[in-house]
């Protein structure tokens, strides 16, 4: 196994291989600073280049591209509020406001190397799970998904603020997110639901324009009402120890950025739920992390954890999704889907051979993912001062170019002058939202899950009947669904117990 | 903000209601898991709007776990800011519902830097330009995006 082990490196260092997995990174990093052109999108793309490639060649190339796409997205979100990916969209809440407070430098710092964390835990996670993922993944099935699910959308209690007004104003978000993501005709029984008469609703709304809407049009709004630039008129901070900072923080944090890393691995490994949720999921288990009510407080207005979190389950994913794509051909998300037509073209056949035959191929995907991500972030350290001046540049003139990346976007979701209206529509809803004080995050969680808990309930429903309550598993999922709840104000409770004694 | 908050809890409501109304005209399973959602949806925003109508105003305590906008401007600066801005997005979309994107993309950059930002007539042009060049080469040599065509070319059979 160790020569295997060996002989993936040596694999992913051909100059050939190594070649295209630089021409696939520099895609992924234009990529991932665009917003709307999905990774994915991007896979399907680059799928008919690789038919004459090696499978070496082929997957360095394609892993190369789709990794660096989640580092670089994480770029743009925090620098113009703009997710660059839809898998981005948790470190705008945090990112955005450091930027905003001039600490660019320091945000995207933490930024990237929390993502070079994610990435290499994620590398290890699969060179280490793919013998013993197979009775974990055979376990998992719609009953314990959608139990998954739920506990995702329990974060909502740490994504609210702290008092019970919050908490009802969080959970009605929430509400209203899982209300939107039922538009659109219903997969059980095909009736239409929501859909105004209108085709274009028909397949639901899509997540990048409601997304980018949501995030990028009330920061445009509020940097118009400002007329400054997005660091406001603060003095420029020394660019260079922002960055060193944000690193630094990185370490500081190393146990939340190592546990957002294995949330992000095991959401990735469960195939369905998604980057999408494992943001959130470790957006909220770092929010759970602050230690008192005036630390939690700070989230949403610039804490580094609320960037660390996220940043480093995004890239951690993509090696938990990998797992179950290569070990049972099981993808775990639409691009490992279109990763899976690669090892067809390829003329490999995931599953056991992957662990015997092609095991020096499967070893070359983990070195491609770290080796790619190594590079990306130290490429992006020694840039990232250029970067981020842009937030020093008075805003009337970088408006016009936000406004132009965020509905080229939202566009190049469906092609359809009716994906910028909704990208409209969800911006002037999240504009109000914000003004009078309604959470966005929670709304954005419900609307990425509730496709997902819909369906795993019909299907739980369908096989089991009510049985499934009974499963081991689920009963499990059920305490810690409980646990995730209760906790906040279980920590609130403490706090005050504390604070009487203390006083 | 207290006003605001009264019209948001409403609009809730009103959607949750709206949402309950017309899935009452669907099929059992495609209206079990809307329903399940608008009638705490309804429930939530109608003890806010409670809460807003009766309740204390709200402590700093019990602050959103997200972004603020700036306060330290004038509220009819704001005011008129906000719709300045509003018309500019609303007229890029009909830009691009008239004209397409590829047309779009140099024209709007144009416009706005030369009358929101007060940039040099040459400076805006060339801005335009390349901003056109990198869209061109990005989205529609590489990338392969197909925009359609505007209202006007399809009118003109362009």
Request: hydrophobic share 55%.
């Amino acid at each position: 196994m160790f020569d295997a082990f060996i002989d993936g490196l040596f694999l992913v260092l051909q100059w050939k291989a190594f070649s295209l997995m630089l021409v696939g990174m520099s895609l992924g990093f234009c990529v991932g600073l665009l917003p709307g052109i999905g990774g994915a999108a991007t896979l399907a793309l680059m799928l008919p280049f690789v038919f004459k490639m090696s499978p070496a060649e082929a997957f360095a190339f394609l892993l190369g591209m789709h990794s660096v796409a989640a580092t670089t997205g994480d770029i743009t979100s925090v620098l113009f509020g703009v997710p660059g990916e839809a898998i981005s969209a948790a470190t705008v809440v945090d990112g955005y406001p450091m930027a905003k407070r001039g600490e660019a430098g320091r945000a995207l710092g933490a930024a990237l190397m929390s993502s070079l964390m994610g990435a290499l835990i994620g590398a290890v996670a699969l060179a280490l799970a793919i013998p013993i993922v197979r009775p974990l993944v055979l376990t998992f099935g719609s009953p314990e998904l959608f139990m998954l699910s739920l506990i995702g959308i329990s974060c909502i209690t740490s994504l609210s603020g702290s008092s019970t007004r919050a908490q009802i104003k969080g959970f009605a978000m929430g509400l209203l997110g899982l209300l939107v993501s039922t538009v659109g005709q219903d997969r059980q029984s095909g009736s239409l639901r929501f859909d105004m008469g209108l085709m274009y609703l028909w397949d639901g709304l899509d997540f990048v324009p409601v997304l980018v809407g949501i995030f990028a049009i009330p920061e445009i709004i509020d940097l118009a009402v400002r007329g400054t630039s997005i660091a406001g008129d603060r003095p420029p901070e020394n660019l260079s120890r922002g960055v060193l900072e944000g690193v630094k923080d990185t370490f500081r944090h190393f146990w939340l950025v190592f546990r957002c890393s294995v949330i992000g691995v095991f959401v990735g490994i469960l195939p369905g739920a998604g980057g999408g949720v494992a943001q959130w999921m470790a957006y909220a288990h770092a929010v759970q992390s602050a230690k008192n009510s005036k630390e939690r407080e700070g989230f949403g207005k610039g804490d580094v954890r609320g960037v660390l979190g996220p940043g480093a389950a995004n890239n951690s994913k993509e090696g938990g999704e990998l797992i179950p794509t290569v070990a049972f051909g099981v993808p775990g998300s639409g691009a490992m889907a279109i990763l899976l037509s690669g090892f067809l073209i390829m003329g490999i056949m995931p599953g056991p051979d992957m662990l015997t035959k092609h095991l020096t191929i499967t070893f070359s995907m983990v070195w491609t993912l770290a080796i790619a991500n190594v590079i990306t972030v130290l490429l992006c350290l020694l840039v990232l001062d250029q970067l981020a001046k842009l937030t020093y540049v008075r805003g009337s003139l970088i408006i016009p170019f936000i406004l132009l990346l965020v509905f080229v976007g939202s566009y190049t979701a469906n092609g359809q002058i009716a994906d910028l209206m909704v990208t409209l529509i969800f911006g002037l809803l999240s504009y109000v939202m914000v003004l009078f004080g309604w959470p966005r995050p929670p709304f954005v969680l419900g609307f990425v899950l509730g496709k997902v808990i819909e369906t795993y309930l019909f299907i739980s429903m369908n096989r089991y009947g009510f049985a499934w309550l009974a499963h081991p598993i689920v009963m499990l999922l059920t305490a810690v669904l409980v646990a995730v709840i209760a906790y906040p104000y279980v920590q609130q409770r403490r706090q005050r117990l504390a604070r009487g004694a203390s006083a | 903000m207290r006003k605001g908050s009264l019209l948001f809890c409403v609009f809730l409501i009103a959607v949750a209601l709206c949402s309950i109304i017309l899935a009452r005209g669907w099929a059992f399973k495609a209206a079990l898991f809307p329903l399940s959602v608008s009638v705490p949806l309804l429930v939530l925003a109608t003890i806010q709007l409670l809460v807003v109508i009766f309740g204390k105003p709200e402590t700093s305590g019990s602050a959103e776990m997200d972004v603020d906008f700036s306060t330290d401007v004038a509220p009819d600066v704001v005011r008129r800011r906000v719709l300045g801005i509003f018309a500019w997005i609303v007229a890029f979309i009909a830009l691009v519902y008239l004209l397409g994107f590829p047309s779009t993309v140099p024209l709007f950059i144009f416009l706005y830097l030369k009358f929101q930002s007060a940039v040099s007539w040459l400076s805006s042009v060339i801005a335009a330009a390349i901003t056109w060049a990198c869209f061109h080469m990005l989205f529609q040599s590489l990338v392969h995006i197909q925009f359609e065509a505007g209202a006007i070319q399809t009118w003109l059979g362009m």
